[in-house]
């Protein structure tokens, strides 16, 4: 692949990634809808500025990262029962909807699973 493919490849998965709103996203429309646009922009300003940071420090430390993790297998298999550990517990609660006057789901709340 060239240059320009990865660009183009890389501009959309950012795209498909920024669909799902975040809590910078929210408060960014927010303060547009109650405010004006120039307190939206100080806040898009700093969240900017936060996220080259991250990507800097991502780039900065990636191949540390990657060799620390490679060299502890300890470490990976803690990693993976974590994720498997956090995954069966998302699973296994119940969901419970609180209906309104119109029948529909205003509110889930999640129960533990009980035997």
């Not at 998965?13 to 975040?22: C, D, K, N």
């Not at 898009?44 to 540390?64: D, G, H, K, M, S």
């Amino acid at each position: 692949m060239n240059l320009v493919s990865y660009f183009f490849l890389g501009l959309l998965a950012t795209i498909i990634g920024a669909l799902p709103l975040g809590t910078t996203n929210v408060a960014v429309i927010n303060t547009t809808i109650k405010e004006n646009i120039q307190s939206a922009l100080k806040i898009i300003y700093t969240a900017a500025l936060a996220e080259i940071i991250l990507v800097l420090i991502a780039i900065r430390f990636n191949l540390q990262i990657e060799n620390f993790v490679a060299m502890n297998l300890h470490l990976q298999y803690t990693i993976a029962l974590l994720l498997l550990a956090v995954g069966i517990v998302l699973i296994l609660r119940k969901k419970k909807c609180m209906k309104d006057e119109k029948e529909e789901c205003i509110l889930i709340k999640k129960k533990k699973v009980s035997n």
